[in-house]
């Protein structure tokens, strides 16, 4: 992993560290102080000596606070997504400072709302906490829009961790995501589902209340429509699979009746292969 | 339409509970706040028009439901057919076929006893008050009791007297009798029902003209009546039957010999071998006999018999078969025989010398065995008489009256004459040099309104000169008096020489052409033939001495004059065998027969009969013999008369409409087929209380639900 500070990753770059890796032999433009003078010593031929530089990790929580986010259905055990999205990015960003990582936090519903630069100091994970608590679910989402802006901003080479419900056009989320994966940042998706959104459980006329638009009210026989909910469900799904796998964004589901460890597993599952 | 339980139709009310549930639903539905509010979106842009019209199916389904089931539960009845409450009293007619084809036997009982008790149990299950009226329709159709009853117990005694054994039944003239009937009755509901075998024969030859009358009839009626046909027949593939005895027609005298014919058919595919005949003579068996038939296939076998006492005989024969129809198995005919027929000759020129006298050699030819004193005894006895001795006396003991070369007549002699005729006589007139012409063309021809058949005109021919005689052509005679001269054996007619005659003139245009027995060989007629009342007229245009030709010298001169007469006494005598429904007619000697005689008749009935005087003799008519078999009057001299209507064999032919030519047939007249009282008076049931049609409704329920179960379910299925 590329980072600033020495972790448990291992950095790609070599350089001063105390770990030796090998000896070339020098050539021009090699950095004089590189020489390793006792070899020369010996030998008369100019070598450089490496080293292999241990870095810390560097990654970025997004975590979306769009209104969506805020739907609780009742087998969640009062947990909204928004609940479950919270206490997922604290237990990762523990876990990642406790691994001497740095860890930034990103929140955001049509626009950045907070932008928290990652830090890998154990003081960091007040900042972030302190933020966690005060994010609410609120307004509309623009997903696309937001990864587009986050893209140009994460500049280094990191970790980029959503978590979202990714409610929103495929296409364009898709394109984001991938503007993410050509500046080299690797990703995982974790995106957050209540059961009710995955069965489509309701049996009487509901009228549905967008959490995002308030105003904007359907009055339904749910019964009549299940069928078609989960088809289309399955459709987007699909879709979104299909375009991480096209782009090797790994993509999570989790469901907020699952336990965070599951998530945090599928999360170190996926660090051990990036090693 | 009405309902048995009306209360329950306000449960009908209930359709608004799943209304109510609707607009419930829709007015208390939970709020959700959602936040996949993108995929439920496309799903109602797609699926929003295609789910509301979805409900509004179901609604109404689930809306229909608690009527339909309300309206089950009522108990509707459909009374479309209605037009008067269920237990007005009906006029009925009911159509029996008592054709002998209905004495089939069906699992040992008889198609009329099945008809029959149909018949009582629909009568019985009557209205009161109701107006019945039975016609039987075996043969020509008749009413059961000259006018409809109102009183179902006594139709029902009625019913039970029916007897079967009738002739060929006539559909459409039973339908058009029962309408015209039903057409006269009272009540303003009319039910018409046609109880048959509907046997194939009988309605094969009833016309598509035919039917449209009827049907015409049944639309023009002020009160359009219901009309049923059941059905009891079905077809019978084996069946023989006995279709006629032919014997000649020829008056028969005692112990001569008859040769009977009795014609055999097979209706069926299954030959008989050696069906076994019985010949019975007043009911004593005299021969037996066997005979082969092939299937599908007529036979014929000659019984010859005499009898030796004059009188009315019956004979009969039976075939030994075991067909399910016995009634056709037996033919019966009743045979006359004379003990003398009365032949009284008007000499017009008598004489004493032998052969010299005008009716000499007529006299012999009639009673050659008097004449030969021989020991048999002539079946002719004559008596000749001057013209002026013809009077009613003379008259009543004749059966023929000959007048030969007779000059003229009194008026008060050609008006016994007229009444001889009237009431069945027989003339016969030969012609000779003293007859007065003009006196015979004025009164006896009178332009066609007289006695004889053509009016003389001028001799022809001669005696002694050079004249050629004409012979008499010979022929195929067609007159039964002349048949027997068809087989050479027994002469030939041409032998004789006709040396004068008389030219017969042309027959009056107001009178019917007479019929020509022989011609001469210049083609004018030299016997004719006409009939005048009861009685027919013989004119021959030559003398029947040897004056005028040889025929009288010619041995076919007996035969021929023998045969002119019997035949002419035969036919002047009534039939005894005649087609079941024509009148029994029976002529007796003299006016003196007044008193009441006795005729029994097939059911074994005794009935008074009144003979009337008809000119010199008294006849009795009896018009109801409807009913095939025989009819016996017994005179006051204790001598059995015997008579047999007789019925054709088409009915013996067992094959039976099929069902579908049966609905066609029920189609056409629009009537329902049944095929047994139990049935007919469920159908009677619907018409008169409608039909019930709560187990539809129940359908509808059950069916409306598993809509509804099948559309929920497909309506739930994915449509994106």
Known sequence: ?275 | MTLLNGILAFGAAAFAIPLLIHLLNRSRFRTVSWGAMHLLESVLRVNQRRVRIEQIILLLIRCAIPIVLAFCLARPVLTGWRALPGDAPTSMVILLDNSYSMDTADNGHARLAKAIDHAAQIVAALPRGSEISIVRTGGEPSPLLERPIFDAKTMARQLQQVRGGYGASDPAKALESGLGILAGMSHARRDLIFISDFQQSDWDVTTPDRMAKIRRQIDSMPIRPTITLLDLGDTVEENISVDSLEFSARALGANEDLQIRANLRNHGSKAYDAVRLRFQIDGAEQTGSQIALPAKATAQTLFTCRFPVAGSHLVAVEAAADDRLATDNRCEAAVPVLDRIGVVLVDGAPSNQPLEGETDFLAVALTPYTYGRAKLSDLIETKTISPGELDEKALTEARVIILANVPKLKDEQVELLSRYLGGGGSLLVFSGNKIDIAWYNKVLFSDGAGLLPLPWNEVAGGVGGEEKPLRIVSQHFEHPALEIFNNRENGNLADAEIHKWYRLGQASPNAADPFVLARLESGDPLIVQRQFGEGSVVQVATACDAEWSNLPMRPIYLPLMQQLVTTMASEATPPSNFPAGQPLVAVLPGQSQASPLGLTTPDGARHTVQPVPRGTQSVVEYAQTQEPGVYTLVGADAQPLHFVAQVSRTESDLRMLDATRIQSLAAELGADGVSSAAEYSALDRSRRHGREIWRVLLAGVLGLMFLELALEQRFARVRT
């Open chain 1, 1 to 275: 992993m590329e980072g600033f500070c020495s972790g448990l990753h291992r950095s790609p770059h070599k350089g001063f560290s105390v770990e030796f890796k090998e000896h070339r032999p020098y050539v021009r433009g090699d950095e004089v102080r590189s020489i390793d003078w006792k070899i020369f010593g010996k030998t008369d031929r100019l070598y450089i000596r490496e080293h292999e530089q241990e870095t810390n990790l560097r990654s970025t929580i997004l975590l979306d606070t769009s209104g969506s986010m805020g739907y609780c259905g009742v087998r969640a055990g009062g947990i909204s997504k928004h609940h479950y999205a919270v206490r997922l990015t604290a237990c990762l960003a523990y876990l990642m400072l406790e691994q001497q990582d740095s860890v930034g936090l990103v929140t955001f519903d049509s626009e950045v709302r907070r932008y928290i630069p990652p830090r890998g100091r154990a003081s960091h994970l007040r900042a972030i906490l302190d933020e966690l608590g005060k994010s609410r679910p609120q307004v509309e989402t623009e997903l696309a829009q937001v990864f587009h802006e986050l893209a140009a901003k994460i500049h280094r080479r990191s970790l980029v961790i959503i978590i979202s419900d990714c409610f929103g056009d495929v296409d364009q989320l898709l394109k984001a995501l991938a503007r993410f994966r050509h500046a080299r940042h690797d990703m995982i998706v974790f995106q957050i589902w209540d059961p009710d959104e995955l069965d489509f459980p309701f049996r009487q006329w509901t009228q549905f209340e967008s959490l995002e638009t308030p105003a904007h009210r359907r009055l339904v026989d749910p019964a009549h429509l299940r069928q078609a909910y989960l088809e289309n469900l399955k459709r987007f799904r699909d879709q979104l699979t299909a375009g991480c796998h096209r782009h090797r964004i790994d993509l999570v589901p989790m469901t907020t009746d699952r336990p965070y460890a599951e998530a945090l597993a599928s999360y170190l599952a996926i660090r051990r292969r990036l090693k």
